[in-house]
Structures are given as structure tokens and as C-alpha cells.
């Protein structure tokens, strides 16, 4: 089960950009379908975004379209979120996650869809 890793969290002004990155260890990181979720106080957790195993499909939930990217580097074994445009509805902890061997040309968005789950990193957005 690979181990992962996020940061890049922490307070930035309405308008502002951060960029969260995802570490996974092991010598596997380039088959897993990967995706990024956030949790609000009071809220569910939700997914962000999603990418395949190459990085060629990708998912983004309607509330970031147009403001966020996700990519990822095999070579690094991490993939990235960057954020664009931040709102304070942004706000949340950011939790990485990872489906193993899913050399699939699609993308996964539900929780249960993730085998592994990194501990996950706050984003605060001032107004």
C-alpha cells in the first residue's frame, strides 16, 4: 500500500494561489489512478479533481473548473494541485488519495474508488 504525503497547504488572501503537492512512496506511483478531496467544518468530504495514470484524463468538479490543475510526475512520484483564484469556499483540509493498479484510461472520483489516503494539509482563504 503506498504512503502519501501533502504539502504545500496554509493562508492565502481571496484571489490568492498555493500549490499542493502529493508524495507517494513506492516503486507502483505510476499506476495509480490518483485524485485529490477536500472536507470543510461541517461539510463532507468531496473530490477536487482526479487524474489517471499518465496524466492523460483528467476530472474537476464544477466549483474549480477553469481555476485548478491537476498534474502529476511519474518520475517524482507526486502529483500536484495547483490552485488558482482561490475563494474562501475553497477552504477545507486537502486530502490526496490513490487507487492502485488502475492502468485505465479514465479517471476515479468517489472515496470508495481510493485505497490509500494521505493525512491531509489545511488551505485557509482570507476575504
Known amino acids: 500500500q503506498v504512503q502519501l504525503v501533502e504539502s504545500g497547504g496554509g493562508l492565502v488572501q481571496d484571489g490568492g494561489s498555493l500549490r499542493l503537492s502529493c508524495a507517494a512512496s513506492?516503486?507502483?506511483?505510476?499506476?495509480?489512478?490518483m485524485g485529490w478531496f477536500r472536507q470543510a467544518p461541517g461539510k463532507e468530504r468531496e473530490v477536487v479533481a482526479a487524474v489517471n495514470w499518465n496524466g492523460g484524463r483528467t476530472y474537476y468538479t464544477d466549483s474549480v473548473k477553469g481555476r485548478f490543475i491537476i498534474s502529476r510526475d511519474n518520475a517524482k512520484n507526486t502529483v500536484y494541485l495547483q490552485m488558482n483564484s482561490l475563494k474562501p469556499e475553497d477552504a477545507a483540509v486537502y486530502y490526496c488519495a490513490a487507487r492502485a493498479r488502475s492502468y485505465e484510461n479514465r479517471t476515479y472520483t468517489k472515496e470508495a474508488d481510493f485505497t490509500s489516503w494521505g493525512q491531509g494539509t489545511q488551505v485557509t482563504v482570507s476575504s
Open positions: 513506492g516503486r507502483s506511483f505510476s499506476s495509480y489512478g
